[in-house]
Antibody
Framework: EVQLLESGGGLVQPGGSLRLSCLPS????????MNWVRQAPGKGLEWVSS???????SYADSVRGRFAISRDKSKNLLYLQMNSLTVEDTATYFCVKGQAGTYRATFFDYWGQGTLVTVSS | YVLTQPPSVSVAPGQTARLTCGGD??????VHWYRQSPGQAPVLVVSDDSDRPAGISERFSGSNSGNTATLTISRVEAGDEADYYCQVWNSGSDHPVFGGGTKLTVL
């Protein structure tokens, strides 16, 4: 059974930093692109970032230069480093598995339960 | 690239719900659909316009042509009440795009 377990969310002040982690299980982590998708309270889904099996990354314009996605194959973990956070970054962040090794032209076949990030003073 | 979904659709139990996703020549793209029940993570219900993942009821089907993709839910049940999102890959910006979502209410 595929599972994605996010951690690292919490309350942070504007301008602060946070690192999210995602622990996947039930599939070969090395073989699939991985993603972060967020959802602000009461709002729709917003793609944040993707990383393919080779480590190539992609970012939404709203987070480029502030967020960094990475994957550690030795630890079997996916990360999202978030810097210079603003109130607009307040959302539940979902760790999402892609259905292929690339992140292009793919869909999202498994989602974690999400971790809540609240940016507030 | 913008995907437009109606904010809400209501249907009586046992009837058919048709949820639309509009976009410029969306028929030339592969459309994927996700269901998000209240307080839950999204679940893939249709991929590549009309493919159903394992474990998804046959009552869910998809189509895509012209400027509109459609998720059809037959014999709607109370448990189908959820938010539904469509998604495509936008080659222009080289990233995925979600529609705004449709809240399906079962009367």
């Amino acid at each position: 059974e595929v599972q994605l377990l996010e951690s690292g969310g919490g309350l942070v002040q504007p301008g602060g930093s946070l690192r999210l982690s995602c622990l996947p299980s039930g599939f070969s982590f090395d073989h699939y692109g991985m993603n972060w998708v967020r959802q602000a309270p009461g709002k729709g889904l917003e793609w944040v970032s993707s990383i393919n099996v080779g480590g190539t990354t992609s970012y939404a314009d709203s987070v480029r230069g502030r967020f960094a996605i990475s994957r550690d194959k030795s630890k079997n973990l996916l990360y999202l480093q978030m810097n210079s956070l603003t109130v607009e970054d307040t959302a539940t962040y979902f760790c999402v598995k892609g259905q292929a090794g690339t992140y292009r032209a793919t869909f999202f076949d498994y989602w974690g339960q999400g971790t809540l990030v609240t940016v507030s003073s | 690239y913008v995907l437009t979904q109606p904010p809400s659709v209501s249907v009586a139990p046992g009837q058919t719900a048709r949820l639309t996703c509009g976009g410029d020549n969306v028929g030339r793209k592969s459309v994927h659909w996700y269901r998000q029940s209240p307080g839950q993570a999204p679940v893939l219900v249709v991929s590549d316009d009309s493919d159903r993942p394992a474990g998804i009821s046959e009552r869910f089907s998809g189509s895509n042509s012209g400027n509109t993709a459609t998720l059809t839910i037959s014999r709607v049940e109370a448990g189908d009440e959820a938010d539904y999102y469509c998604q495509v890959w936008n080659s222009g910006s080289d990233h995925p795009v979600f529609g705004g979502g449709t809240k399906l209410t079962v009367l």
